[in-house]
């Protein structure tokens, strides 16, 4: 089971990401060796199944210049854009920041019947 340094299981972010979560959009992390204010944004541009862009999933600008855009989450969580490795390869140094506009634990508590982290911790 892979965690983040503030044990969120991998598996259960990369889910929401899957499912088009509308809440998740404009989640932020950091990773251990950075401040938490050298942060990174990742999202989803759509409503459940329905995206709104042709690549809905997407990584913010302050990762690369242009940002970048996945027709997946799965290939937004593995593609090798922070420092030549994935967010999946980075798992374990990751810091999650916020789950949309809320703290980790808000997310999970508020949408725990919706989405339980049970079967992912």
Request: proline share 8%; aromatic share 18%.
């Amino acid at each position: 089971m892979m965690k983040s340094a503030n044990d969120i299981p991998y598996s259960y972010l990369l889910d929401l990401f899957r499912k088009g979560e509308p809440m998740i959009d404009e989640t932020t992390f950091y990773f251990m060796e950075e401040s938490p204010g050298d942060s990174h944004i990742i999202g989803y541009l759509g409503y459940g199944s329905q995206p709104v862009a042709d690549k809905p999933y997407w990584a913010g600008y302050c990762d690369h210049e242009n940002g970048f855009t996945a027709n997946t989450a799965d290939e937004l969580f593995e593609a090798p854009i922070y420092g030549g490795k994935s967010l999946k390869d980075r798992w374990k140094d990751v810091y999650i920041w916020t789950i949309g506009p809320m703290e980790p634990k808000e997310f999970i508590q508020m949408f725990r019947e919706k989405y339980p982290i049970e079967p992912f911790s």
